[in-house]
């Protein structure tokens, strides 16, 4: 082989040519498709964010009703994946349920791995869209020990989604449009970002020609580390901490800023941002809105306001070019939602799903060749070996 370059955490390397998604660190910029993420989060629905992540084009009333309707044609999953469900302890955290549930998914739909045809792969794309939503509803109810409910398909897409969580088990279920449009904007704002550590690793799983839901799988589990999507976990937990704590985020701030301490402040910091983050621009925004709009005053969000500020202002932070992320806000959201801090990274995972798909999907159709790095080997050379009663 050539010269090896080395490039610890990809920070400077290409893995593939995209046209899924433009984002320029230095600008905040953040674009599926050449659409603007603000006009995106703004205007579109989530379904039709889906689409043109995974297709290209935003599609017209009639092509996205028919894609509803395929999807909804797959929104049943088999029985006994709830056996599977039941078999996890109700303590087992979501998102180790959520990777195992997609990658069993492969065990009952088989053909889903067929990838021979555009039809096969249309096919696979709107099975996983289908039955996803009902495992991600499912992973909750499970944790909060409620029986396991379909929706109902002449909702929209994430209306759906909400009453499959939300159901209470005599069935009834009153919708609030201010949590659609909230979630709506959540999983656009989260639907793709490039070339990421979750969505590197869906493409590599893929580059081996292993199926998609499996490719799916091995992004969810990237997905959970609190480097990651677990960050909005983690981000909910540390402010809890702070509030337990007296308010005290000067504490925090100094713990975050010791070199001694592996703390880091959760939801701060990007790889590639190093201006602001336009997603947390976004989610803060809603955020605020989201809690006027239901009435509750969450003291979570002062501290999260106050910790922002202050890190603003500080240079080890504005040194760094340390940010607000997506994450920093979110779980505000959520929370106020109803959704269990443990869920919360299962719901950037549903919102993600079409940036895996589109970009898998860009893999294989490429036909790009296995994902497989290099390395340079700094370790023994050649060692005579001893027996194990001379060592
Ligand atoms: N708190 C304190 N210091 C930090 C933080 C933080 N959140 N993030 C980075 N730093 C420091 C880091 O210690 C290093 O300092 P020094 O140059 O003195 O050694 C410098 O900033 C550069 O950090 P890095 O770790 O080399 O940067 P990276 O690009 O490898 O890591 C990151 C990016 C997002 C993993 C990191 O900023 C981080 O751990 N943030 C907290 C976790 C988080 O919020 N993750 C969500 C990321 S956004 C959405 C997503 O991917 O899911």
Known sequence: GGVITLDPGYKN????????????????????????IEELAEKASFLEVVYLLIFGELPNKETLDKFHEDIKS?????????????????????????????SALTAFYPSSVDVASEEAMYNSIVTILGKFPVIVAWTMRKKQGLPLEYGDDKLGYVENILKMMFKSPNGDYIQNPILVNALDKLLILHADHEQNCSTSTVRITGSSHAGLFVSLASGISALWGPLHGGANQAVLEMLEAIKADGGDTKKYMAKAKDKNDPFRLMGFGHRVYKNFDPRALIIKQAAEEVLADLGIEDPILDIAKGLAKEALEDSYFVDRKL???????????????????????????????????????????????????????????YRPFTTIDKR
């Open 323 to 381: 940010y607000p992320n997506v994450d920093f806000y979110s779980g505000i959201i959520y929370r106020a939602m109803g959704i269990p801090v443990e869920m919360f990274t299962v719901m950037f995972a549903l919102g993600r799903l079409p940036g895996w798909i589109a970009q898998w999907k860009e893999m294989r159709t490429r036909k790009e060749p296995i994902g497989r790095p290099r390395q340079l080997y700094i370790g023994e050379t």
């Open 13 to 36: 390397t290409g893995s593939c040519e995209s046209s899924i998604t433009f984002l320029d660190g230095e600008k905040g910029i953040l674009r599926y498709r050449g659409y603007s």
């Open 74 to 102: 797959h929104s049943v999953v088999d029985d006994d994946l709830k056996k599977i469900l039941d078999a996890f302890p109700k303590s087992a955290h979501p998102m180790g349920v959520l990777s195992s549930l997609t």
